[in-house]
């Protein structure tokens, strides 16, 4: 594992991760809620036929887990973001490679616009789906817009892979 990302750096194809990884995270985010939600309820009457005002504990837990996600899907996408752009910018490029940046955003468009319409399917599919949705708004917002949030991305990185010429002076050396 370690030699794979001994000489890494940022490129065009790393958009492609970052939409995969986002929209999986949004999937493993909509289904941990509808799950943390068909467990509470099952298990709050069971705690309070035992002891009246047990049952408090969960309720907190429940209210963290509907706050906490939202922005934690946000922090990972900008985590995921900064990482990119920095490792963009440790990488040198030639001029020539923004043909293959160009096709490679046009592939990116069709990946993220298929995507979407798969978590927009998703988040419909029934009604605790959409009732998560509901909650986990910017989840849902990111990869409703996935499209142009992709592309502003892959423009971002290529802003970032092109401006510079001559790459190897522009390069910091990573041991």
Known sequence: MKSLLKNKGGSIEDVFLIVCLLFLTAVVFIFAYVIQGKIDTAMSPVFEAEAPGSSIGITTVTSIF????????????FGLLIATCIMAFMTPTH??????????????MVVS??????WGEISTANADLTAATA???IPDYIMSNLPLIAIAIGVLIAIILFSRTGGSEATVQMQ
């Open 135 to 137: 909650v986990l708004t």
């Open 66 to 77: 509907d706050n906490s996600l939202n922005y934690i899907y946000l922090a990972a996408f």
């Open 113 to 118: 616009v298929i995507i979407s319409n798969v």
């Open 95 to 108: 001029p020539i490679f923004y043909v293959l940046a160009v096709l490679m955003f046009m592939g990116l």
